[in-house]
């Protein structure tokens, strides 16, 4: 079955405690991008990635790191978390000219 | 840069009403149009998209046309169900030297009741 799958669903964690969410695709998708829902402002991207080894700013990377090592996966890394990125996140793949295909979405609580 | 704006929410229908829930945007190129939909404790799910002016998206009864004149892309049921109740989201992609990035709009929140 074709997916985006995220890890973990849920997490709560300190502020300042490293954390990374996992993202793997399994449909050869050369676009892997990260989002962030919150209430009344919609998703919002974080970064986003052409292909391996490619990877750019969205519009709210600040707090955020990335890496694209390997076509399929698209990790993200909260360095030093603060409250404020409390939120529920979703990375999303896609082919050229597609739309893209979601996870199931992390939430993240940070405390 | 590149927007989109969609109605607010909640939109409350009563069964096997017409839906529409507007959603107009701004680009600098030619966008591909799309619209998501998001369940209760669900990612986003693509429903429809339409990838050049005057085309007409389709999928489960929702239509949506790109009209580039009036930068529209308005989703439209005839008759909607219990089951539609959810988050809508409009949104743009535009392919800029750095990537494919997606632009959405804030979402509507649809209730149907019986």
């Known amino acids: 079955e074709a997916q985006v799958t995220q890890n973990p669903r849920y997490l709560i964690t300190v502020t300042g405690k490293k954390l990374t969410v996992t993202c793997s695709q399994n449909?050869?998708?050369?676009?892997m991008s990260w989002y962030r829902q919150d209430p009344g402002l919609g998703l919002r991207q974080i970064y986003y990635?052409?292909?391996?080894?490619?990877?750019d700013k969205g519009d709210v990377p600040e707090g955020y790191k990335v890496s694209r090592k390997e076509k399929r996966n698209f990790p993200l890394i909260l360095e030093s978390p603060s409250p404020n990125q409390t939120s529920l996140y979703f990375c999303?793949?896609?082919?050229?000219?597609?739309?893209?295909?979601f996870g199931s979405g992390t939430r993240l609580t940070v405390v | 840069g590149d927007s989109v704006t969609q109605m607010e929410g909640p939109v409350t229908l009563s069964e096997e009403a017409f839906l529409t829930i507007n959603c107009t945007y701004t680009?600098?190129?030619?966008?591909?149009l799309f619209w998501y939909v998001q369940y209760p404790g669900e990612g986003l799910q693509l429903l429809l998209k339409a990838t050049k002016a005057d085309d007409k998206g389709s999928n489960k009864g929702f239509e949506a046309t790109y009209r580039k004149e009036t930068t529209s892309f308005h989703l439209e049921k005839g008759s909607v169900q219990v089951s539609d109740s959810a988050v809508y989201f409009c949104?743009?992609?535009?392919?800029?030297?750095?990537?494919?990035?997606?632009?959405f709009g804030t979402g509507t929140q649809l209730k149907v009741e019986l």
């Open positions: 949104a743009l992609s535009e392919f800029t030297g750095g990537g494919n990035k997606l632009t």
């Open positions: 999303a793949s896609s082919s050229m000219g597609n739309g893209y295909t």
């Open positions: 990635s052409m292909n391996v080894e490619v990877t």
């Open positions: 680009a600098t190129g030619y966008p591909s």
């Open positions: 449909m050869n998708h050369e676009y």
